[in-house]
Protein backbone atom coordinates (compact mmCIF):
# COMPACT_ATOMS: atom_id res chain seq x y z
CA UNK A 1 0.00 0.00 0.00
CA UNK A 2 1.50 3.65 -0.94
CA UNK A 3 1.62 6.16 2.02
CA UNK A 4 -0.85 8.76 1.94
CA UNK A 5 1.44 11.46 0.82
CA UNK A 6 2.76 9.75 -2.28
CA UNK A 7 -0.98 8.42 -3.27
CA UNK A 8 -2.47 10.12 -5.84
CA UNK A 9 -6.16 10.49 -4.93
CA UNK A 10 -7.28 11.93 -8.16
CA UNK A 11 -6.43 8.35 -9.75
CA UNK A 12 -7.18 4.64 -8.09
CA UNK A 13 -9.66 3.51 -5.95
CA UNK A 14 -12.15 5.96 -4.03
CA UNK A 15 -12.78 3.36 -1.41
CA UNK A 16 -9.06 2.99 -0.89
CA UNK A 17 -8.83 7.30 -1.02
CA UNK A 18 -11.57 7.55 1.79
CA UNK A 19 -9.80 4.74 4.19
CA UNK A 20 -6.18 6.29 3.98
CA UNK A 21 -7.99 9.64 4.95
CA UNK A 22 -10.46 8.69 7.40
CA UNK A 23 -8.86 6.23 9.34
CA UNK A 24 -6.36 8.69 11.11
CA UNK A 25 -9.79 10.89 11.86
CA UNK A 26 -11.35 7.98 13.53
CA UNK A 27 -8.41 7.08 15.77
CA UNK A 28 -8.38 10.55 16.79
CA UNK A 29 -11.91 10.84 17.86
CA UNK A 30 -11.31 7.05 19.81
CA UNK A 31 -7.97 8.81 21.92
CA UNK A 32 -10.22 11.77 22.76
CA UNK A 33 -12.76 9.38 24.12
CA UNK A 34 -10.08 7.83 26.22
CA UNK A 35 -8.84 10.87 27.00
CA UNK A 36 -12.06 12.09 28.84
CA UNK A 37 -12.36 9.13 30.63
CA UNK A 38 -8.41 8.94 31.99
CA UNK A 39 -9.20 12.76 32.92
CA UNK A 40 -12.16 11.80 35.16
CA UNK A 41 -9.82 8.24 36.27
CA UNK A 42 -7.50 10.65 37.84
CA UNK A 43 -9.58 13.81 38.72
CA UNK A 44 -12.35 11.06 40.97
CA UNK A 45 -8.85 10.32 42.93
CA UNK A 46 -8.71 14.30 44.24
CA UNK A 47 -9.71 15.50 47.91
CA UNK A 48 -13.47 16.69 46.15
CA UNK A 49 -13.56 13.95 43.47
CA UNK A 50 -17.54 15.06 43.41
CA UNK A 51 -17.03 18.74 42.20
CA UNK A 52 -13.82 17.85 39.95
CA UNK A 53 -15.50 14.90 38.71
CA UNK A 54 -18.81 17.47 37.73
CA UNK A 55 -16.45 19.88 36.30
CA UNK A 56 -14.30 18.03 34.15
CA UNK A 57 -17.62 15.81 32.95
CA UNK A 58 -18.88 19.32 31.87
CA UNK A 59 -15.90 20.93 30.31
CA UNK A 60 -15.89 17.45 28.08
CA UNK A 61 -18.92 18.64 26.75
CA UNK A 62 -17.78 21.95 25.65
CA UNK A 63 -14.75 20.22 23.99
CA UNK A 64 -17.18 18.30 22.42
CA UNK A 65 -18.64 21.44 20.46
CA UNK A 66 -15.32 22.86 20.19
CA UNK A 67 -14.00 19.85 18.26
CA UNK A 68 -17.92 20.05 16.23
CA UNK A 69 -16.60 23.19 14.74
CA UNK A 70 -12.96 22.23 14.07
CA UNK A 71 -13.90 19.27 12.29
CA UNK A 72 -16.31 21.30 10.40
CA UNK A 73 -13.80 23.78 9.53
CA UNK A 74 -11.10 20.74 8.39
CA UNK A 75 -14.18 19.44 6.06
CA UNK A 76 -14.42 22.54 4.50
CA UNK A 77 -11.26 23.31 4.02
CA UNK A 78 -10.14 19.33 2.83
CA UNK A 79 -12.96 20.39 0.17
CA UNK A 80 -11.25 23.70 -1.30
CA UNK A 81 -7.77 22.16 -1.35
CA UNK A 82 -8.82 19.10 -2.75
CA UNK A 83 -11.07 20.85 -5.23
CA UNK A 84 -7.70 23.28 -6.65
CA UNK A 85 -5.73 19.70 -6.10
CA UNK A 86 -8.06 18.68 -8.64
CA UNK A 87 -7.85 21.16 -10.93
CA UNK A 88 -4.17 21.38 -11.03
CA UNK A 89 -4.14 24.73 -9.08
CA UNK A 90 -1.59 23.87 -6.15
CA UNK A 91 -0.88 27.84 -5.43
CA UNK A 92 -4.83 27.86 -5.04
CA UNK A 93 -4.95 25.34 -3.03
CA UNK A 94 -1.71 26.42 -1.02
CA UNK A 95 -3.38 29.81 -0.70
CA UNK A 96 -6.73 28.32 0.47
CA UNK A 97 -4.50 25.91 2.84
CA UNK A 98 -2.86 29.32 4.61
CA UNK A 99 -6.37 31.00 4.30
CA UNK A 100 -8.19 28.34 6.17
CA UNK A 101 -5.13 28.57 9.12
CA UNK A 102 -5.83 31.87 10.08
CA UNK A 103 -9.03 31.31 10.15
CA UNK A 104 -9.05 28.38 12.46
CA UNK A 105 -6.23 30.91 14.24
CA UNK A 106 -8.99 33.97 14.70
CA UNK A 107 -11.81 31.41 16.22
CA UNK A 108 -9.81 29.86 18.76
CA UNK A 109 -8.32 32.98 19.65
CA UNK A 110 -11.98 34.11 19.90
CA UNK A 111 -13.14 30.61 21.55
CA UNK A 112 -10.29 30.81 23.94
CA UNK A 113 -10.63 34.01 25.62
CA UNK A 114 -14.17 33.86 25.82
CA UNK A 115 -13.47 30.44 27.42
CA UNK A 116 -10.71 32.37 29.64
CA UNK A 117 -13.01 35.08 30.36
CA UNK A 118 -16.08 33.87 30.74
CA UNK A 119 -15.56 29.82 32.44
CA UNK A 120 -17.73 30.74 35.61
CA UNK A 121 -20.48 31.69 33.06
CA UNK A 122 -20.29 28.61 31.29
CA UNK A 123 -19.96 26.33 34.08
CA UNK A 124 -23.38 27.83 35.61
CA UNK A 125 -24.96 27.39 32.16
CA UNK A 126 -24.28 23.95 31.70
CA UNK A 127 -25.83 23.00 35.19
CA UNK A 128 -23.19 22.63 37.74
CA UNK A 129 -23.34 23.26 41.53
CA UNK A 130 -22.21 26.42 42.66
CA UNK A 131 -19.87 24.88 44.68
CA UNK A 132 -18.02 23.01 41.44
CA UNK A 133 -18.18 26.29 39.65
CA UNK A 134 -16.12 27.55 42.75
CA UNK A 135 -13.75 24.76 42.50
CA UNK A 136 -13.58 24.60 38.58
CA UNK A 137 -12.83 28.35 38.26
CA UNK A 138 -10.36 28.40 40.86
CA UNK A 139 -8.24 25.43 39.35
CA UNK A 140 -5.79 27.61 37.28
CA UNK A 141 -4.63 24.58 34.79
CA UNK A 142 -8.28 23.73 33.61
CA UNK A 143 -8.61 27.64 32.85
CA UNK A 144 -5.82 27.50 30.81
CA UNK A 145 -6.84 24.68 28.80
CA UNK A 146 -8.99 26.75 26.89
CA UNK A 147 -6.04 28.74 25.95
CA UNK A 148 -3.21 25.62 25.59
CA UNK A 149 -3.12 21.86 25.87
CA UNK A 150 0.03 22.09 28.00
CA UNK A 151 -0.59 23.45 31.78
CA UNK A 152 1.15 26.59 32.16
CA UNK A 153 4.53 27.03 33.94
CA UNK A 154 4.22 26.47 37.82
CA UNK A 155 4.90 29.65 39.63
Known amino acids: MQYAESFD ?12 LSIPMVLEMAMESVFALVDLYFVGHLKESNYAIQVVGLTE ?26 EKETRQA ?4 VQAIIIAIAI ?3 ISLGGFIFAKEILMLMGASASAVVYGVN ?13 PPKL
Open 61 to 86: SVFAIIYSIAIGISIATTAIVARRIG
Open 139 to 151: IKWDRSEFLSSFP
Open 108 to 110: NVF
Open 94 to 97: AESG
Open 9 to 20: FTKGSITKGILI
